[in-house]
């Protein structure tokens, strides 16, 4: 998966699948609640992956003329963005159940042993 920001898209495939059509800046309010990292996620990350995910035939724009105010890019999920979002559910479902096993085992580990500090200065006085 690699940059954290990549963790983005599948937030953004999912609130166009929830709202069928939605403009970035009410994208932009809406990915912290969903938001798969802590970290801040910059607006020019999220227009950065709307722009790779059309460019990928995963979500579609038009501009929007309607109404007072400047034109405003409405964003789309295709049918290529569903098949990706599933995808995403799966890869993220496989990360979830080896990410639970690392922590348990982490946990387990940290609980049951010396820090290795403690190990060294044992050994060394032995």
Partial sequence: MGNLYRFVEPVLLLLLRTKGQSYGYELASEVPKYALTDAEIEVSAL???LRQLEQNDCVTSKWDVEGSGPARRLYALTARGEQHLEEWVTVLGHMSKSMT???SQAKSTVKNSKPRREQAKT????
């Fill in 47 to 49: 227009y950065r992956t």
């Fill in 101 to 103: 096993r690392f922590v």
């Fill in 123 to 126: 050994s060394a006085a032995a």
